[in-house]
């Protein structure tokens, strides 16, 4: 095995820590005989419960050696992949390097593990290609990274030759992309000490579709076709969704995320004291072949508050043009994300700020530069008893157990009781009800 690892070139930075290079160095001290076997043993075992980790955290299922180095592939961020992922392969004479290199996987692929198997008293590796998963409620896994890293890794192990190999992966690249944004629909951000950021996927994203979102269909409408425009490389416009609370801003966002995902939308969501490294988080995604919505929930600040100047400066303003690749999106409950207070508007009032309207501009501009603005209202009874009963008989309560007019009157009760007339009270309603079934 390390003579096929140490043979790759396009694909040969691989840290040291990693399960390949590691399971290459078992080999070739195997080989030469420079550790004790019992030693090596347990090393064997650290490489086989991280492939074990992994195939746990995606729900890989019967060859996990293939998994792993399928994963591995589309993953791996170099200069061909990326290219790749921007125009699909293209000729070129990094072609004949990197079909050398797909040579070295399909060896990988077929490699034997009985020498080390036998060697070491071991059969883990013979298990690893036979694996048989313990089924897993979707919550508890990765369900979109799972499906292309199986679906590929099946398709690789029936390639004929290097060539279609080739043909594979970089179909993939294009299609999908390449590392954590062609597998994954959002991310958050977290910080790493030294002024720059990482991104962290959200592994279970609401699989929420536009449809499942009962009413409000112009809302629905206008949202689509803003995001439509983006993904198709049409000029759109960053979108603020405001209004009452549970009437579906978020989730519609959610929704036009999972609609568009297979033409490349990403979502990224930041909190408002991340704000400060929009100007980071941009500088990493903008020369990606994705289109990204920076996702911002229920936003509002304060008077002493101001973060809004970060977005202000991101949004329309700043020094450095906002990329054609992102859009803003935010959800709030207010109209004016800014809180105003009386004195804002009393040019008169002595105080330490002498111009009093041009505070209150400043406040105001924030959303003026929000270009699409999309008004959520609460429903009103009659919507609120269409949408119980819809809710309802999509999750499965017939009539025969309660009919129309029951699940409306009780719908009512349950409004009663605090939830007050949104489309979140429906929806927690029938959580109630298939709960007593």
């Keep these: 095995m390390n003579h096929i690892v140490s043979n790759l070139l396009v694909y040969g930075s691989l840290p040291e820590d990693s399960i390949l290079w590691q399971l290459s160095e078992i080999c070739a001290a195997l080989e030469n005989g420079t550790e004790k076997k019992d030693v090596l043993r347990r ?6 419960k991280r492939i074990l980790m992994l195939g746990t955290e995606y729900a890989f299922d019967k060859n996990l050696w293939h998994n792993y180095l399928t994963f591995l592939l589309i993953t791996n961020e170099n200069p061909f992949s990326l290219v790749c992922e921007k125009m699909g392969a293209k000729e070129g004479t990094v072609n004949s390097f990197v079909k050398t290199d797909f040579k070295m996987f399909r060896a990988l692929f077929d490699y034997d593990f009985g020498r080390l198997e036998t060697e070491l008293e071991t059969d883990c590796f013979t298990k690893l290609c036979h694996y048989q998963a313990i089924e897993k409620k979707e919550l508890m896994y990765n369900r979109n990274v799972s499906e292309k890293v199986r679906g590929l890794s099946e398709k690789l192990e029936k390639a004929a030759d290097e060539e279609e190999f080739f043909d594979l992966v970089t179909g993939f690249y294009k ?3 390449v590392g954590m ?3 994954n629909k959002a991310f958050r951000i977290a910080e790493n000490g030294d002024g720059t950021v990482r991104f962290l996927p959200v592994n279970n994203m609401d699989a929420v579709l536009l449809d499942d979102l009962i009413g409000y269909e112009t809302q629905k409408a206008r949202l689509v076709e803003n995001t439509r425009a983006f993904v198709e490389g049409r000029t759109a416009n960053n979108v603020l969704l405001f209004g009452d ?4 801003k978020s989730t519609s966002i959610k929704a ?3 609609e568009f995902y297979p033409m490349g939308l990403r979502m990224i969501e930041i909190y408002k004291h991340q704000f400060k490294d929009l100007s980071a988080i941009i500088g990493q995604i903008k020369n990606r072949n994705y289109r990204f919505i920076i996702y911002m929930d229920d936003l509002s600040f304060e008077e002493f508050e ?3 100047k970060f977005l202000k400066a991101v949004i329309e303003g700043g020094v450095e043009t906002k990329p054609d690749n992102i859009l803003i ?3 709030s409950n207010r109209r004016h994300l800014i809180r105003e207070t009386f004195k804002d508007r009393d040019d008169m009032e002595h105080g330490e700020d002498l111009h009093r309207s041009d505070t209150l501009e400043e406040k105001l501009s924030l959303v003026n530069r929000f270009g699409l603005t999309i008004f959520f209202a609460k429903p009103n009874r009659t919507d609120f008893y269409d949408m119980a009963v819809k809710l309802a008989r999509r999750a499965g309560i017939t009539e025969e157990e309660i ?3 029951e699940i409306c009157h009780e719908a009512n009760k349950f409004e009663m009781r605090g939830g007050g007339l949104s489309g979140r009270t429906a929806q927690q309603f029938v959580n109630a009800l298939g709960g007593k079934r």
């Design 43 to 48: 090393r064997v075992f650290e490489q086989v």
């Design 175 to 177: 299609d999908y992309g």
């Design 181 to 183: 944004f062609g597998l």
């Design 245 to 248: 609370s549970g009437t579906g």
């Design 256 to 258: 036009v995320v999972n």
């Design 306 to 308: 101001i973060e809004y």
């Design 329 to 331: 999106y935010a959800t």
């Design 403 to 405: 009919s129309d007019e």
